[in-house]
């Protein structure tokens, strides 16, 4: 026989065995019944384990393909298997070098729910754990087409793994890039993996809930119990509006506890379809352990179409250890040093009952976590421990962090840090939002570069370093701000807040501009940056100038009287009454325009509050605002008919309130008519909000002719109670009023008043109701015995009364400190001393400080704030004659209205 012809026999004889081989294994994947029972030996020959008719069974482990790969515990790495597999583990989640293998393997059994398709996968070393709060992640992708082809919902991928104690698949976190094609599990420990679906079913399917392996796996007495699952709507359009946790011990009949699961706080390492509860430590108890006895859950779901899940998730735990008393004890040992910026993660484990030893692996959830000094900052307890951030930035500090069972057990163990700056090589620039999230990136490299402020506004930074392994840390850093800007004002200071904030304060009338440099350190200056400011000077900028909308065609003539602006601190509402037609006296459109002003949309207009009608109208030019949550109030009047009657007596003045309706973008009536008893209206009335309650106060006199005199004089306050206007209290003067201001300190109402007492002389009161009547808040506010004092504004902010007036044209501010009112800065703010000043508005930004605004008899206005009891001007102006102007905050910049009798202007200034 040639030795070719032996080849070819042996090559045949390969071939055929091979064939064969591979029959076996064809007729395996088809997995009937009969082929289980004849072919176990012929399986054997390939290193299978055959599947029983049990629910859950081993996956089947094949040759197939397999990858190793040694893994450096402080690195971590990524292992890939062909296109379809990579297994990234994070650094530090092993605990020590591991040479890990992962392999294809057989079919798996499906459960009653589940139906395995695509592969499974075996990883070794067995036993093999990975950092709870650093899992590993196995990234698989599918091929969408398969998964149709079989039937299966793309939705409910879901990667199981098998439990060897239990025998049964336990369901990981899975989430799934529907883009990419892949899914993502997170891997906590090492066994063999396999991919599950539902089959597809038509219509609203029900959640779907797959429990996960508790916290710990080993259920201690004494100790919390994490209850972990995924909980998902597979439906196309599907989510999960509430899940539900029913728990008891076995000893009673009923579920003695129903709880609401929530979404796993810690969604860095799990996607949020896991949904989790802590039941206490106090629930299950050394006292419980009785023989038999077992922790019974079920847990149940509701998705967005209110369809509850058909079958709940109902199992049983055996409590068969306890926590022995004063054993727990953290991963970590003796004083930890760490570097400002970087974490360690503690967790908690005790020493068992029945073994005496710490379990590898059966973490703890501590129910306290306390930081004993200000050294740092703890994430929320969770399955993944317990993150502890060093973010004191001093070159050595110590601390301390205590845990605690809170139990019947008296168990708390206190871990000891080192603080200690971080080991910076690189330093860049940040800046953020106020919350610390970066919005921009200022510098990528230590080369510094200008940054561009405004005076008066706020930017936020952090620095973000680089060790020397290239590992990310952020700081909320020493600034130092070395400053080179000649000016007369306050520059700017640097708040020690997280993060570090930079307030440019720079108050000057020429509005300097100038530069100035920031200078950022770490590690007692061992490594700085240095980053340019450029302070710009604010502006005085038009939002919508020179406009009347009362909208008469033809009109020659126009009017517009002082508007009125409020905010909610994000959006602004402006009114302003304003007229069109062919005579001066007689407008022939006239009507309460309404803008809204937004910093991201800017003004849009909105339905007029009313509109008065046609020729004769005569409403009085006063409005007053108040805001309600995000919803606007206004009050105003109106004098549907001039009859010559001089002081519009006799109800010919009506007040209403009505409120903007964005849903309908309408402005809705408050109740009917305000002064329904017919008193005359004195000019002047104002509204304030007890919560989402108007109240309003205003002047009145009774007469039973057209004209004055009258000596019946009143200030009403109403509130509204849902349906009618009802007093509150009675009047609370009976001198002839001139003007009057509500506001609110929490559920108290305030009222602000000056009339005219019977020696002529114009007299400022504060009033407030005290349930029963109206009571004196610290007597007049006159400066002096022979001086006329006159109402300019009231405003409560922060607990404290605050009120500008004038004292025979002199500017003046004062607050309530409980006992006395006292002026803030000069008895003549006036800029120019000579002038007169006749109306005012004040505010407060979102910082507390406050504003003054007004105009004087040179026909300039002005915007100035406080810095203590120093008044700085921000800006004067006198290119709009006429009304006074009103202003509020939308964020940290003045938005303000003005008129010039004629016409209107919404401005801001930033």
Not at 376 to 404: E, M
Not at 698 to 703: A, G, I, P, R
Request: charged share 15%; proline share 4%.
């Amino acid at each position: 026989m040639t030795l070719t012809s032996v080849k070819n026999k042996i090559n045949i004889r390969v071939g055929i065995t091979f064939l064969i081989l591979s029959m076996f294994f064809t007729q395996f994947c088809i997995g009937t019944e009969t082929n289980k029972s004849k072919d176990t030996g012929s399986l054997s020959l390939l290193g299978l384990t055959i599947g029983s008719n049990d629910q859950n069974v081993p996956l089947l482990v094949g040759e197939g393909t397999k990858v190793t790969s040694m893994i450096k515990a402080d690195d971590g790495g990524t292992i890939q298997l062909g296109k379809e597999l990579s297994f990234v583990i994070p650094p530090n989640s092993l605990d020590k070098d591991t040479e890990i293998t992962i392999e294809k393997t057989g079919k798996a059994d499906s459960n009653i729910q589940f139906k395995f398709f695509g592969q499974g996968y075996k990883f070794s070393p067995p036993g093999t754990q990975f950092a709870m709060d650093k899992p590993a992640s196995l990234v698989v992708t599918y091929d969408s087409s398969k998964i149709s082809e079989q039937n299966l919902n793309l939705k409910s991928q879901q990667m199981f793994y098998y439990d060897e104690t239990s025998k049964s698949f336990v369901g990981v976190p899975t989430s799934i890039d529907y883009a990419k094609g892949s899914l993502v599990a997170q891997v906590e420990h090492f066994t063999s993996y396999a991919l599950f679906a539902v089959p597809s079913a038509a219509g609203n399917n029900s959640p779907l809930i797959t429990l996960q392996s508790p916290v710990p796996t080993q259920i201690h007495a004494d100790a919390p119990i994490y209850i972990r699952a995924d909980v998902r709507d597979i439906d196309l359009d599907g989510s999960i509006i509430a899940v539900k946790l029913s728990y008891k011990k076995s000893t009673s009949a009923t579920y003695t506890n129903e709880v609401a699961m929530q979404p796993e706080n810690n969604v860095s390492i799990s996607p949020t379809s896991r949904y989790v509860y802590l039941i206490p430590s106090t629930f299950y108890t050394n006292a419980d352990k009785l023989a038999g006895t077992t922790l019974d859950i079920k847990i149940e779901a509701w998705d967005n179409k209110s369809l509850k899940s058909t079958a709940p998730v109902v199992t049983s735990y055996t409590v068969n250890h306890n926590c022995l008393p004063n054993t727990l004890r953290t991963n970590l040992t003796g004083i930890q040093n760490i570097s400002a910026g970087f974490q360690r993660n503690l967790i908690l484990s005790c020493r068992n009952e029945a073994t005496n030893t710490y379990l590898t692996g059966q973490y703890l959830l501590p129910e306290e976590v306390t930081a004993i000094n200000n050294v740092g900052k703890l994430d929320k307890p969770g399955s993944a421990g317990t993150l502890f951030t060093a973010t004191k930035s001093d070159y050595v500090s110590s601390g301390k962090v205590q845990l605690k069972l809170l139990s019947s057990v008296s168990n708390s163990v206190t871990q000891d840090f080192t603080i200690l700056p971080g080991n910076v090589q690189t330093l860049a620039f940040y800046e953020t939002d106020a919350f610390g999230n970066k919005i921009a990136s200022l510098s990528k490299t230590n080369e510094p570069q200008t940054i561009s402020m405004k005076e008066g506004n706020v930017k936020y930074f952090a620095i973000e370093g680089q060790d020397g392994y290239g590992n990310i840390v952020t700081y909320f850093p020493w600034l130092n701000a070395d400053w080179n800007v000649p000016t007369n004002g306050d520059l700017g200071t640097l708040d020690r807040d997280t993060p570090t904030s930079l307030v440019v304060n720079l108050y000057t009338l020429d509005a300097k501009v100038g530069f100035s440099n920031m200078v950022a350190s770490i590690a007692e200056g061992a490594i700085q940056l240095t980053q340019t400011i450029q302070i710009l000077s604010r502006q005085l900028i038009d939002v919508r100038s020179n406009f009347n909308d009362a909208t008469y065609p033809g009109a020659t003539h126009f009017g517009s009287s002082p508007g009125s602006i409020i905010s909610d601190g994000d959006s602004a509402y402006a009114v302003f009454q304003q007229s069109q037609g062919l005579s001066a006296y007689f407008s022939s459109s006239e009507r309460l325009s309404a803008y809204r002003i937004s910093k991201s949309s800017g003004l849009t207009p909105l339905a007029p509050v009313f509109t008065y009608g046609t020729l004769g109208n005569n409403a009085i030019a006063i409005l007053s605002m108040a805001m309600a949550g995000s919803i606007p109030y206004v009050l105003y009047s109106t004098a549907p008919v001039l009859n010559g009657d001089a002081s519009l007596a006799n109800g010919d003045i009506k007040l209403y309130v009505k409120k903007y309706d964005s849903s309908s973008s309408t402005w809705l009536s408050v109740g009917s008519m305000i002064n329904s008893e017919l008193n005359g209206l004195i000019f002047s009335y104002s509204i304030g909000m007890n919560g989402a309650d108007p109240w309003v106060a205003y002047t009145s006199f009774y007469s039973n002719g057209p004209e004055l005199p009258s000596t019946d004089f009143s200030i009403i306050v109403k509130r509204f109670n849902g349906s009618n206007w009802v007093p509150v209290g009675s009047s609370l003067t009976s001198n002839t009023p001139l003007k009057v201001n509500i506001q609110f300190d929490g559920s108290t109402p305030y009222v602000a008043f000056n009339e005219i007492d019977t020696l002529g002389k114009s007299k400022l009161y504060v009033k407030k109701w005290n349930g029963v009547s109206w009571i004196p808040v610290g007597g007049e506010l006159n400066l002096g015995l022979t001086l006329n004092a006159s109402l300019h504004d009231f405003k409560v902010f922060g607990g404290k009364l605050y009120i500008s007036f004038d004292s025979d044209g002199k500017l003046n501010v004062k607050t309530f400190d409980g006992t006395n009112w006292l002026s803030i800065g000069s008895t003549n703010l006036n800029f120019t001393a000579s002038t007169t000043v006749n109306s005012s508005n004040l505010e407060f930004n979102p910082k507390g400080t406050i504003y003054l605004g007004w105009r004087e008899s040179t026909g300039v206005t002005y915007l100035s704030h406080f810095v203590g009891s120093t008044r700085k001007i921000d800006y004067s102006n006198n290119q709009i004659g006429g009304g006074v102007f009103d202003f509020c905050f939308i964020g940290t910049n003045p938005y303000i209205v003005q008129t010039d009798g004629q016409r209107s202007w919404i401005r801001k200034y930033e």
